[in-house]
């Protein structure tokens, strides 16, 4: 469900959404069920400027049917694969990041989720020369960090520099923040963010919990939309915009103990493919981490491998098939 607001399209302005809440119209699907003559009496608003908002909504809203050759030749023209930069990872996600899709990185604190993300923008920028636009949502992103990473692929300082230029960091602390740096992305903001020739091919939230789970509970209608808002958001900037979305989420544990994604049922349809990072325990170095494919329309689910975080271009050679349900 999506809520009418100032800017949603062209002709929704403050005034238009008081006028229809009158009526009880709130969301995009209220306002399209209603006839736009029968609305324009009761909200004394335009018939005209009703009738060309309701269309602008169903347009932008609306399912349309599309052939399976036709949904398979725009696949084979439009999808780019984006090596994360670590063998291990990449053959978990069957090549690496697939543009036009959401994957999401799951764990606990500590696990190695933001970690993850610097290196795979620092591979993206630094060894495939394309930009990366990077939300920030927990105050987490180190520039130094990233310089020391980039120091350890190549000691060419202006190398070194124009892949730093190429991650585009925005910090946003709120869902209605992140909601709006979203919406002007997906607009405008991702044409200007490109830098020296290379274009936005991934799109980085870390973390998408941070912000969703404090509306969560108490006033769950609005918290659920405004989840379901962002949910939208990130597809359409990853279809429309042909990029790779890249999300990290907290875990929690179901009624057995096990250890599942947070944000509820509804969130879990989101990402087209999940994993979900853990420590390694009882070795030598704090830096090994495993990663297990819990959700995936490509590859068999529930495979673990490990990597190494401090050494993020080598293979780890160990994969163990996972017994465990990871949801």
Known sequence: MVVLREGICPGINEDFIKALQTEDIRTVEDFVSWNPEELAQKCSLSYKALVAVRRVLLAQYTAYPISGADLYEELLSSTAILSTGSPSLDKLLDSGLYTGEITELTGSPGSGKTQVCFSVAVNISHQLKQTVVYIDTKGGMCANRLLQMLQTKTPNEQEQMEALQKIKVFRVFDVFSLLACLQNLRSTGLQKTSVGGGSVKALMVDSVSAVLSPILGGK????????????????????????????????????????????????????????????????ETSSLRTATLTKSSRQACHTTKEFDLCHWSEERTTSISGKRKLD
């Open 220 to 283: 769950q209608n609005e918290g659920m939309s405004l989840l379901m808002q962002v949910a939208g958001e990130l597809k359409m900037i990853a279809k429309d915009c042909n990029v790779a979305v890249l999300v990290t989420n907290h875990v929690t544990k179901d009624g057995n103990g096990q250890v599942k994604a947070g944000l509820g049922q509804s969130w879990s349809h989101v990402p087209r493919t999940r994993l979900l990072l853990q420590k390694v325990e009882n070795e």
